[in-house]
């Protein structure tokens, strides 16, 4: 089983988080989305539904656009919530061992500069979201970093549907 977590603060602009999942799900139509912002306006996460969702998947996408040199805050509030001890690392938490993680976070319309703004990386970014979601024991996967900072032609945008695609497909058929 394959969930996504979507966490867009505001959904009615979204170019690439959104898209790219409607993409995805009609290959795997199997897919779970939780699109953290629609199941929870009042930022209250149903940690049972959270919790058994982590534990059917196989694979996690991480689907968010980069907000201030980090995730959004809906998703680090999940990230605390849900990837507790006891869940998923300490004495008992192993709910997330060995289950693949892809991070797919988007630089998007506030970088439209060119560069990704100031002196950090999208690298630095990455850090601490590989090194929590390592120590709860899953397989960090390469990241797929899309940036829309420039907007990406219909056939660029198809064609990371389909690289994201593959990738997902090789994950299944080795860990299903």
């Keep these: 089983m394959i969930t996504a977590l979507l966490a867009h603060p505001y959904p009615r602009f979204s170019v690439i988080s959104i898209p790219l999942l409607e993409g995805l799900k009609e290959q795997f139509p199997q897919m779970d989305i939780r699109a953290l912002y629609d199941l929870y306006p009042d930022s209250s996460i149903d940690l049972w539904e959270e919790r058994k969702a982590v534990a059917h998947s196989s694979l996690i ?26 869940f998923a690392y300490g004495n008992g938490g192993d709910a997330v061992k060995g289950k693949g993680v892809l991070w797919i976070p988007s630089l998007g319309t506030g970088y439209r500069d060119g560069e990704f703004p100031g002196e950090v990386e999208i690298s630095e970014v990455e850090a601490p979201i590989r090194r929590m979601w390592t120590f709860c024991g899953a397989k960090w996967l390469d990241p797929e970093i899309i940036d829309s900072r420039q907007p990406l032609t219909p056939e660029q945008f198809s064609s990371i549907i389909d690289s994201l695609a593959d990738r997902i497909a090789d994950w299944e058929s080795y860990h299903v």
């Design 61 to 86: 996408l991480v689907v968010h656009p980069v907000f201030w040199y980090s995730v959004p805050a809906l998703l680090k509030k999940w990230f605390d919530e849900v990837l507790a001890y006891g």
